[in-house]
T-cell receptor
Framework: QKEVEQNSGPLSVPEGAIASLNCTYS??????FFWYRQYSGKSPELIMS????GDKEDGRFTAQLNKASQYVSLLIRDSQPSDSATYLC??????????FGTGTRLKVLA | ETGVTQTPRHLVMGMTNKKSLKCEQH?????MYWYKQSAKKPLELMFV???????ENNSVPSRFSPECPNSSHLFLHLHTLQPEDSALYLC??????????FGPGTRLTVL
């Protein structure tokens, strides 16, 4: 059973701090990785995708991928209360088969 | 309309009813998906269609019946559901195996 693991949280950080969200996956051949944000009662919203080892930055968000360790993370700089949400990690495992983690709930304290 | 739309947004049905969920994507994507999201559980992939051909059926009970008449429209026909089927049903689309984009979801309650 291919899996994606995330700490459910909540992860609490003060406003302006860096939030670090982590995800591990079991399928070694996975090549595509995604981070989604989901507000309570809403649908997932794509934040970033990452396909190769290393860092990828987009505004306040940085995704980091380490395929050897089967680990992908999301850093949120200058965290804002509006960033409070559940963050879902997704891994493409096979053709059109996206596996999601249970998500990490982030709380940014004003 | 832009992105991925879903109707209805909320649905309450009895166990003997028949209803359908509708999804439409305006992104020109070739693949469409149905997911189920229950509390405390990860998104569960139910069905995948690529150019209106079903490519994935994740052991979903036959009381859920998908239909994909073209690459822009996707339906999920529901009949004789159980209370444990109450959940948020999400439709998504993608171009190939790139990023998925989700619709707003249908909140389903089975009485």
């Amino acid at each position: 059973q291919k899996e994606v693991e995330q700490n459910s949280g909540p992860l609490s950080v003060p406003e302006g701090a860096i939030a670090s969200l982590n995800c591990t996956y079991s399928d070694r051949v996975s090549q595509s990785f995604f981070w989604y944000r989901q507000y309570s009662g809403k649908s997932p919203e794509l934040i970033m995708s990452i396909y190769s080892n290393g860092d990828k930055e987009d505004g306040r968000f940085t995704a980091q991928l380490n395929k050897a360790s089967q680990y992908v993370s999301l850093l949120i700089r200058d965290s804002q209360p509006s960033d409070s949400a559940t963050y879902l990690c997704a891994v493409l495992s096979g053709t059109y088969k996206y596996i999601f983690g249970t998500g990490t709930r982030l709380k940014v304290l004003a | 309309e832009t992105g991925v739309t879903q109707t209805p947004r909320h649905l309450v049905m009895g166990m003997t009813n028949k209803k359908s969920l509708k999804c439409e994507q305006h992104l020109g994507h070739n693949a469409m998906y149905w997911y189920k999201q229950s509390a405390k559980k990860p998104l569960e992939l139910m069905f995948v269609y690529n150019f209106k051909e079903q490519t994935e059926n994740n052991s979903v009970p036959s009381r859920f019946s998908p239909e994909c008449p073209n690459s822009s429209h996707l339906f999920l026909h529901l009949h004789t559901l159980q209370p444990e089927d109450s959940a948020l049903y999400l439709c998504a689309s993608s171009q190939g195996t790139r990023e998925q984009f989700f619709g707003p979801g249908t909140r389903l309650t089975v009485l």
